[in-house]
């Protein structure tokens, strides 16, 4: 088979599979600019990989995903038969690891979600509204949702009786179901009694999350704002860790603040891993396990759980 349909159908595979696989696929695609994609995948030579690859310098996020790509296309190549073997290079250096997500203490969340501090961070702002801002970030942390998941929420999506939002079409291509707790629900009714949209027609499709004339959140504005709201609350990184924590790390610290949860009312973490995994919408397991490992107070609960167990309490589990 040609290496240019080898590749077309190792993305088409891997997007059946439910992964957008953009990324990958736009590199697969570039690196037939250094190749024949008209010849046989085993023409290819490790020159040609090289090229690609590029660069004497130090080894950067965009040359590690370019060796991902194609490691993970050659793989796919001599398990069908495409190619015998694979002429990627040995060894590759990596880039150096990055720092782990912040895991918010408690005192930081409540210094972020202060309606004081929202509103000094948000001065003189014409299109991001305080109270729209303060319900987005509770949203990431008590749901745990991705930006984008939480800024393309609808009117339609979100059903606050039942307490219930609707994520549609997902990092991964799909939609889930993802309840709340009453605390949330509550806020979020609130906000919808109160959205400060002016003077546009509203309908189901409108966004939950919008700016004053009702566009869509922009992740620039908001990020803009979620850096001066870290400067006023007081909020930094800790040693070892990131010197600024993300807008992001509010999901991953609702994982992690969820399993330390579980662990203090003894509860059987490993089988309940996958509930977790499908509310965050994660493709596997994989993507839910790092947070196992991800803060001293989690491996303390995981601790005292298992101290339970070796001495046979009462509550300990098998």
Known sequence: ?????????????????????????????QFLQHADGDAGCDAVTCAQVQAFLAGTGPVTRHRENKHYALAGFWRY????????????PESERRPPLQAPPH???????????????????????????????????????????????ATALTLFDVDTAEAILTIRDTKFQKSRLVPVGPQLAGILDAHLSVRPVKGVAESATSFLL??????????????????????????????GGRKNPRLHDLRHTFAVHRLIAWYRQGADVQRLLPALSTYLGHSDLEGTKVYMTMTPDLLA??????????????DARP
Request: hydrophobic fraction near 40%; include cysteine; charge should be positive.
């Open 77 to 88: 190549a001599i398990s069908r038969g495409h190619a015998l073997s694979s002429p990627l």
């Open 1 to 29: 088979m040609k290496l240019r349909d080898a590749i077309e159908h190792y993305v088409a595979w891997r997007q059946a599979h439910g992964v957008k696989f953009l990324t990958a696929r736009n590199l697969l695609r």
């Open 103 to 149: 895991i918010y203490s408690r005192d930081q969340l409540q210094r972020l979600f202060d309606p004081d501090h929202i509103d000094n961070a948000l001065q003189g702002s014409r299109q991001l509204d305080p109270a729209t801002f303060r319900t987005l970030l509770l949203m990431l942390y008590g749901a745990g949702l991705r930006f984008g998941e």
């Open 301 to 314: 609960q995981a601790s005292l759980l298992f101290a339970r167990y070796a001495g046979g309490g009462s």
């Open 210 to 239: 919008a700016n004053r004339d009702g566009t869509r959140l922009a992740s620039s504005t908001v990020q803009a704002a979620f850096d001066r709201l870290r400067c006023v609350a007081d909020v930094h990184g800790r040693a």
